[in-house]
């Protein structure tokens, strides 16, 4: 009995299952490394920063702002109050101080729908510089976050959720009937499951975060049609993985969506407050352009999301072309014939 039982116990440790277990160990690592280094210790670093100020003082208080310790901002000169609130509702900066010469009090614009952890940030650096000069500022939420979106994390939250149901509904696929399909027909089925898996839950999720929550104000429409594309385009992509690694390709898509992605999306702190790494891969994986665009509709009209919607719709390109191009040297080199030379 013992021998039958040792014996059964080495035929189930083979050396595949082996590696797939150190696999598991090395993602769940990787997992800690990512969300640890990523956001155990954020700070401001060159944030797009607009100065309003008399022309007299504009560049000295843009040169102060440059030459503090760290760099924290990035500041640029602007014309006027009105050009800054501009520059900010397209996203082309994060915040603007604008000088009152008149008084002591200055203004400070910020916009907390594109996350208020930045804006908190802001305000309290922005509060060390004017205090040394014996000057405060006067907060002006240029876009803010709605009353039900705790930090502006929503957006966040949404799109990983999004995420989880792309790769995850990839993945049931590749275990129920295999990791690579066998033909370029069985893959377009995946990638056709795929559409209606995405349509459904970019769906219910802009209306679980919409009127059955109202923890974004954005059009449900347009965060349905964001939605249906996040979803489509990491499941495409992990489609791919798998045709092209089998079921390894399921803890690529761990790595990339998870590990790399969600770390660097800007959700808990926003692109400017991460390591320089994080902040660099964010925009380019799904998650980050995700949730840019989420945070786009829902709190700045729309604005300066394209590039999110192009990197989206290039990994779901991405992710057809390979995954059919897999299938079908798959089905040729299971249909060329065995050389005699081979088979003996």
Same mark, same amino acid.
């Given at each position: 009995m013992k021998q039958s039982t040792l014996s059964e116990v080495k035929s189930a440790v083979t050396p595949r299952a082996t590696l797939l277990v150190i696999g598991v160990v090395a993602l769940?690592?990787?997992f800690v490394v990512s969300y640890v280094g990523a956001l155990h210790e954020p700070k401001l670093k060159d944030v797009a920063f607009g100065v309003v100020a008399?022309?007299?003082?504009?560049?000295?208080?843009?040169?102060? /702002? *440059?030459? @503090?310790? +760290?760099?924290? %901002?990035?500041?640029?000169?602007?014309?006027?109050?009105?050009?800054?609130?501009?520059?900010?509702?397209?996203?082309?900066?994060?915040?603007?101080?604008?000088?009152?010469?008149?008084?002591?009090?200055?203004?400070?614009?910020?916009?907390?729908?594109?996350?208020?952890?930045?804006?908190?940030? /802001? *305000?309290? @650096?922005? +509060?060390?510089? %004017?205090g040394a000069q014996g000057r405060t500022a006067r907060l002006v939420d240029v876009a803010p976050a709605s009353s039900h979106d705790f930090n502006g994390l929503s957006s966040f939250y949404l799109v990983v959720g999004l995420c989880v149901g792309g790769y995850l509904c990839a993945s049931i696929l590749a275990i129920s009937t295999g990791a690579r399909p066998a033909n370029p027909t069985r893959a377009a089925t995946r990638l056709g499951t795929m559409v209606l898996v995405a349509l459904a839950g970019g769906l219910g999720g802009a209306i679980i975060v919409g009127p059955v929550l109202g923890a974004l104000p954005g059009s449900v429409w347009a965060l349905w049609g964001l939605g249906a594309l996040i979803v489509f385009a990491v499941g495409a992509a992990t489609l791919a993985l798998q045709g092209?690694?089998?079921?390894?390709?399921?803890?690529?898509?761990?790595?990339?969506?998870?590990?790399?992605?969600?770390?660097?999306?800007?959700?808990?702190?926003?692109?400017?407050?991460?390591?320089p790494f994080w902040e660099a891969?964010?925009?380019?994986?799904?998650?980050?352009?995700?949730?840019?665009?989420?945070?786009?509709?829902?709190y700045f009209d729309g604005n300066s999301m394209a590039p999110s919607l192009l990197v989206l719709s290039a990994w779901a390109v991405a992710g057809?072309?390979?995954?059919?191009?897999?299938?079908?040297?798959r089905?040729?080199?299971?249909?060329?014939?065995?050389?005699?030379g081979a088979a003996s």
């Open positions: 769940q690592l990787l008399p022309p007299t003082a504009v560049e000295q208080t843009v040169q102060r /702002l *440059d030459e @503090l310790p +760290g760099s924290p %901002l990035d500041p640029r000169a602007l014309p006027d109050e009105a050009a800054a609130r501009k520059q900010i509702e397209n996203r082309d900066i994060d915040g603007a101080l604008v000088v009152r010469p008149g008084g002591t009090t200055d203004t400070l614009l910020v916009a907390s729908g594109g996350g208020r952890t930045l804006s908190v940030a /802001l *305000d309290s @650096l922005t +509060g060390e510089v %004017l092209l690694f089998g079921v390894i390709g399921i803890g690529l898509a761990i790595l990339l969506i998870v590990i790399m992605g969600n770390p660097s999306a800007g959700g808990a702190f926003p692109a400017p407050m991460l390591p891969i964010g925009p380019a994986l799904p998650p980050g352009a995700g949730t840019w665009a989420a945070r786009s509709i829902t057809v072309v390979v995954t059919m191009l897999a299938a079908v040297l089905q040729r080199r299971a249909t060329e014939p065995i050389s005699p």
